[in-house]
């Protein structure tokens, strides 16, 4: 063998062993990529998800639900899907169980699914939905956490909304439960991106395994839909505080 020869063969060698090296470490970053995210969301790889539907508000039906709503739980499973986990759909005046055996995914305000009612009340009893002054021109409640009220959607900002998104973690090794409770529908789907994005960032801030109660604002709607989501608040504390009784 010519030394030109031996000198292609060791090169050839050479770059598949730097290929391979690359291909080991990507699988082995994408795997516990994968890891944290199971971690986060409670999924392991044989492990199943609730998705709670909740119902129109506007509808007479029980089993109407908004296109956005519709969306939202889509895209939850796919989520759910991407962790190798299954998810299954119920509707929130069917689910007759408790928390943490397994993840549970709550889409929609107390008077849209009545999950999320009982969730605010045993586990956020800092938070309400308020609903508008009589006569008011729009349906949607405002939002009120602790102190603080994020008012109705307004219509002169382009329907810009709030919505909250929270874990609830019952006790170590428990599955989460995740709730999305918008003021719209718009909004609930808007939550949901939001928090497949930034699970990265909420594990960082609150740890995998943290309750949490943040306030993010979906702004103009009408004119960008679900796409455009800003933090507004951790309101984590306040979520979790009992109101003061009031004096008499």
């Known amino acids: 063998m010519t030394d030109g020869v031996l000198n292609v063969v060791l090169g050839l060698i050479a770059s598949a062993i730097s290929a391979g090296l690359g291909w080991l470490a990507q699988t082995l970053r994408r795997r516990r990529r994968l890891e944290r995210e199971r971690a986060f969301f409670g999924l392991p790889g044989d492990g199943e998800a609730l998705l709670v539907v909740n119902q129109h508000p506007a509808s007479p039906s029980s089993k109407s639900v908004s296109r956005n709503d519709v969306y939202a739980l889509m895209e939850l499973a796919a989520l759910v899907r991407g962790c190798g986990a299954r998810a299954t759909l119920t509707g929130h005046d069917q689910v007759r169980q408790g928390l943490g055996d397994k993840t549970e995914f709550c889409v929609g305000g107390p008077a849209s699914n009545l999950r999320t009612a009982a969730h605010l009340a045993s586990w956020l009893p800092g938070v309400s939905f308020v609903p508008p002054p009589a006569g008011s021109a729009g349906p949607a409640p405002s939002l ?20 909250l998104l929270a874990r609830l973690h019952l006790r170590p090794g428990s599955r989460p439960v995740f709730l ?42 009408d004119a960008y839909g679900p796409d455009v989501v800003e933090f507004e608040a951790d309101l984590t504390a306040a979520a979790t505080a009992r109101p003061e009784p009031v004096a008499a």
């Open 144 to 163: 009120r956490v602790g102190e603080r009220e994020f008012g109705h959607p307004d219509g002169e900002s382009g329907g810009s909304s709030y919505v």
């Open 180 to 221: 999305i409770a918008g003021q719209t529908s718009v909004s609930n789907h808007a939550a949901v991106r939001y928090l497949a994005a930034h699970h990265r960032a909420l594990a960082r801030r609150h740890g995998s395994d943290g309750a949490f109660a943040v306030v993010l604002r979906v702004v103009n709607t």
